[in-house]
T-cell receptor, first 116, second 113 residues
């Protein structure tokens, strides 16, 4: 009965370095989302994976951001050449498609990224 | 695409009073409206949801209403308690190639003991 897990829980890096954030969705969930939440702000959609379909990358803010989902399960969000404005909480969510247009997303605890 | 507006951004109530958070959406094709509660340092957690074929849903002290004609939905919390203090997000799904969820900007609720 494990929920969505994310690692690391906190990451401090220097400007210009690359970082990788990991998300383990709930077993059996075919959909996986990445969001970014800046301090005191709402949820900014980044990318969506659904089964074997091509991911929706429309929310990625720049080409420094990329994500992969291997084997339809674990996902990695990579930020290259990090900038201070990348500092935020990165949230992952997964869902089991209930019916078209209706689904419940279950969120992980997030990774808090601080770029110095 | 879908646009969800949420009001108020902050809300303070006395313990025991009711709290109401309102959201509007733009896409008439949206048919699922979840509400999430986010406590400090944690990810959002689903607290209640409503589907388009229902006008109201209640779960203990929490209720959600939906007016599809006016394209707005609301969260009602009665008999508020200090542990209700958190940030609440509404959301809506827009039917398209897949079920992308659009979130409101959040309401920070403070329940004063």
């Amino acid at each position: 009965g494990a929920g969505v897990s994310q690692s690391p829980s906190n990451k401090v890096t220097e400007k210009g370095k690359d970082v990788e954030l990991r998300c383990d969705p709930i077993s059996g969930h075919t959909a996986l989302y990445w969001y970014r939440q800046s301090l005191g702000q709402g949820l900014e959609f980044l990318i969506y994976f659904q089964g074997n379909s091509a991911p929706d990358k429309s929310g990625l803010p720049s080409d420094r951001f990329s994500a992969e989902r291997t084997g339809g399960s674990v996902s990695t969000l990579t930020i290259q050449r990090t900038q201070q404005e990348d500092s935020a909480v990165y949230l992952c969510a997964s869902s089991r498609l209930v019916s078209r247009g209706q689904e419940t997303q279950y969120f992980g605890p997030g990774t808090r990224l601080l770029v110095l | 695409g879908e646009n969800v507006e949420q009001h108020p951004s902050t809300l303070s109530v006395q313990e025991g009073d009711s709290a109401v958070i309102k959201c509007t959406y733009s896409d008439s094709a949206s048919n699922y409206f979840p509400w999430y509660k986010q406590e400090l340092g944690k990810g959002p957690q689903l607290i209640i949801d409503i589907r388009s074929n229902v006008g109201e849903k209640k779960d203990q002290r929490i209720a959600v209403t939906l007016n599809k004609t006016a394209k707005h939905f609301s969260l009602h919390i009665t008999e508020t308690q200090p542990e209700d203090s958190a940030v609440y997000f509404c959301a809506a799904t827009s039917i398209g190639g897949y079920q992308k969820v659009t979130f409101g900007t959040g309401t920070k609720l403070q329940v004063i003991p």
